[in-house]
């Protein structure tokens, strides 16, 4: 079994709509958890952390955390067409080891 | 705050040469750099882990002595593909963590390295 698990898409929303974006790992002891973006060509950047049970909102994007179910998601309100980009699930358990999902590639359609 | 800096961004050489790549924390000291390599419409692949002051831990099926990684300092790791071939063709992403308890990684922007 896969240390992180994502949907590899693509998934495809219109302008405007709500993306939803799903991970699910499969070591209880994860700490902590991230989401990354990434462009084609380009190298991954940051846009969520989340650490604790429950949502986590920043400007259009809402991360949300269940550690019962093994499950972080990442939502994306007013979705744009920039940003179509492949999402990649990031999970840490002890801060020096980071397992990364194979990502889901988002288009938004305008 | 947490700056990778990757050089070069992108580079052309020709088979059987070798190709340094240059990873540098530029506000914070990274005790361990990652150096990742993904091609077209892939994955991240991670093949390894670098460490201040020691030997570097490869993942499984990578070349040590062809992927040869230093990180002497806490500030600056390099990889070098020697005797590089066509198919080492790809792109090359290097990143560091901060340290801090629960700190994510943050990304070099990648070389894209062509081998002719």
């Known amino acids: 079994q896969k240390e992180v698990e994502q949907n590899s898409g693509p998934l495809s929303v219109p302008e405007g709509a709500i993306a939803s974006l799903n991970c699910t790992y499969s070591?209880?002891?994860?700490?902590?958890f991230f989401w990354y973006r990434q462009y084609s060509g380009k190298s991954p950047e940051l846009i969520m952390s989340i650490y604790s049970n429950g949502d986590k909102e920043d400007g259009r994007f809402t991360a949300q955390l269940n550690k019962a179910s093994q499950y972080v998601s990442l939502l994306i309100r007013d979705s744009q067409p920039s940003d179509s980009a492949t999402y990649l699930c990031?999970?840490?358990?002890?801060?020096?080891?980071?397992?990364f999902g194979t990502g889901t590639s988002l288009t938004v359609i305008p | 705050g947490a700056v990778v800096s990757q050089h070069p961004s992108w580079v052309i050489c020709k088979s059987g040469t070798s190709v340094k790549i240059e990873c540098r924390s530029l506000d914070f000291q990274a005790t361990t750099m990652f150096w990742y390599r993904q091609f077209p419409k892939q994955s991240l692949m991670l093949m390894a882990t670098?460490?201040?002051?020691?030997?570097?831990?490869?993942e499984q099926g990578v070349e040590k002595d062809k992927f040869l990684i230093n990180h002497a300092s806490l500030t600056l790791s390099t990889l070098t593909v020697t005797s590089a071939h066509p198919e080492d063709s790809s792109f090359y992403i290097c990143s560091a963590e901060t340290g801090t308890y629960n700190s994510p990684l943050h990304f070099g922007n990648g070389t894209r390295l062509t081998v002719t």
């Open positions: 990031a999970v840490s358990h002890t801060g020096n080891q980071f397992y």
């Open positions: 070591d209880r002891v994860s700490q902590s």
């Open positions: 670098s460490n201040e002051g020691s030997k570097a831990t490869y």
